[in-house]
Structures are given as structure tokens and as C-alpha cells.
């Protein structure tokens, strides 16, 4: 049975997929006591297809970009669940590191990296704001055009 949060990110129209597997040497997530460490992920939907590929402010809008972010946070979500069982059980949303595939002179990492954040305090409430970094980077893993990584506390 969904609790609470996952009832809520239904009726925002949001189905939590399958967790992807790594695609390399580490694991998804990491448990240390209280706080849950979710590997970066990529902007890609329940099927594996990237939502956006290429670069910021080249071959993808800033809109293209904050909708992407935002796929990045529900496939943080479904590693969460994973994780946990129940998304009830995050205390707090601790921190989101934003990776952004940018055009040499692309400054909005900032804005694109706000679809991932709103949807965390969408789902969470005050729990769900959270401390963030974005940096711009030459390329990432397929050519997607955004990675998040996420550090959760837990009950």
C-alpha cells in the first residue's frame, strides 16, 4: 500500500519507475546510519530514454532542462523507495548536487537545477527543502543533458 508521499506524488500525475541499475562500479544508494546517499541520476523516463541529451543552452532549452531535473528527482525518489519501502520514512531532504551538460557561456544551472528542488519540497513539504550545488560540466553519461545526486535522512 502507497504511503502518504507516494499518494501525493500520484495525484501530481507522478508513477515512481523501476529503479535503473548502475551502469558501472557502485550502487545506487548507500545507507550510513540515518542518511541515505542516492547515487547520481540521469534525466532518463521509465523506459531508459533520455528526456533531454546535449548541452544547455545548445542543443536543449532551459525549459527542456528544468522538466529533465525533474525526472532526475523522481528517479532519485524511486531509489529512495527502493531503499526505504516507504517514502514516509525521509526525515529531511539534506542536500541536491546538480550536474549540468553546458554550453561553454551557459550560466542558468541555478534555474534548470529548480525542477529537482521544487519537486522535492512538492513531495515533501519544508521537509523537502534542502541545501544545493550545481556545477556545470563538459559532458555526462550518455549525453544527458542532467544529473542529481540527493543525501537523505531517514527514520
Known amino acids: 500500500m502507497a504511503g502518504t508521499i507516494e499518494k501525493k506524488l500520484a495525484s501530481a500525475g507522478i508513477t515512481l519507475p523501476t529503479p ?4 558501472a ?10 542518511l541515505i ?5 540521469i534525466c532518463a523516463d521509465g523506459e531508459g530514454k533520455l528526456v533531454a541529451k546535449g548541452k544547455l543552452g545548445v ?4 525549459e527542456q532542462g528544468t522538466a529533465a531535473a525533474r525526472v532526475c528527482a523522481i ?10 519501502g516507504d517514502l514516509d520514512k ?7 548536487g546538480g550536474f549540468v551538460n553546458a554550453g561553454a557561456d551557459f550560466s ?3 534555474k534548470i537545477m529548480n525542477g529537482a528542488s521544487d ?11 534542502h541545501a544545493r550545488t550545481t556545477v556545470g560540466v563538459a559532458a555526462l553519461p550518455m549525453d544527458a543533458a542532467i544529473e542529481v545526486e540527493g543525501l537523505f535522512e531517514v527514520s
Open 59 to 62: 542543443d536543449v532549452t532551459v
Open 90 to 96: 525521509v526525515a529531511r531532504v539534506v542536500r541536491l
Open 20 to 23: 535503473r541499475a548502475p551502469i
Open 75 to 84: 528517479n532519485l525518489l524511486a531509489q529512495l523507495k527502493a531503499a526505504l
Open 37 to 41: 546517499a542516492v547515487s547520481g541520476q
Open 119 to 129: 519537486l522535492m519540497v512538492e513531495a515533501f513539504g519544508d521537509k523537502g527543502r
Open 108 to 110: 542558468n544551472g541555478p
Open 25 to 34: 562500479n557502485y550502487v545506487g544508494f548507500v545507507r550510513t546510519g540515518n
